[in-house]
């Protein structure tokens, strides 16, 4: 059983270390760096050839919704929309999940409209995204 250790503090009741949860132990626990660790993303707009891209780094306690993302990407592009929807720049596939955007690589942000197969951004690799 684990036993519960009482902390003194300014507050007038005592603060038992035992009631911190899990996950929070689990996120600044060395061992879970890799959980804290961002994913570095590029984002390009949907037709647009000459967009530079918009980088993001992607961690579990910034963006904990698909929306929030959605939300945060509309206000640094100018869609007509907003940003709605996000597709893979080689096979136009539909993204529904955070979970799915993988570390350096790079998406395409729409509002409504369907994906435009053209070549995004003036990068051929990721490999400038993060610098090791």
């Known amino acids: 059983m684990r036993e519960c250790v009482v902390v ?3 507050a007038r009741k005592p603060f038992h270390k035992s009631a911190i949860s899990q996950e929070l132990q689990d996120l600044t626990d060395d061992r879970y760096r890799d959980l804290r660790r961002p994913r570095i ?3 390009y ?4 050839r000459y967009f530079k891209g918009k ?5 579990p306690h910034r963006y904990l919704h698909y929306d929030e993302l959605l ?3 509309s206000k640094s592009m100018s869609l007509p929309y907003g940003v709605r929807r996000i ?3 080689i096979g136009g596939r539909l993204i529904e999940d955070i979970e799915e ?7 395409v942000c729409a509002s409504f409209e369907k994906f ?4 995004y951004g003036m990068y051929n690799d990721q490999s400038h995204l993060r610098e090791l």
């Open 71 to 73: 939300s945060d990407l």
């Open 55 to 59: 980088t993001l780094h992607i961690t």
């Open 87 to 89: 597709y893979t720049p």
């Open 116 to 119: 435009q197969r053209i070549k």
């Open 8 to 10: 003194q503090s300014m």
């Open 41 to 43: 993303v590029m984002f």
């Open 45 to 48: 707009k949907n037709g647009d």
């Open 101 to 107: 955007l993988k570390d350096g690589e790079a998406y």
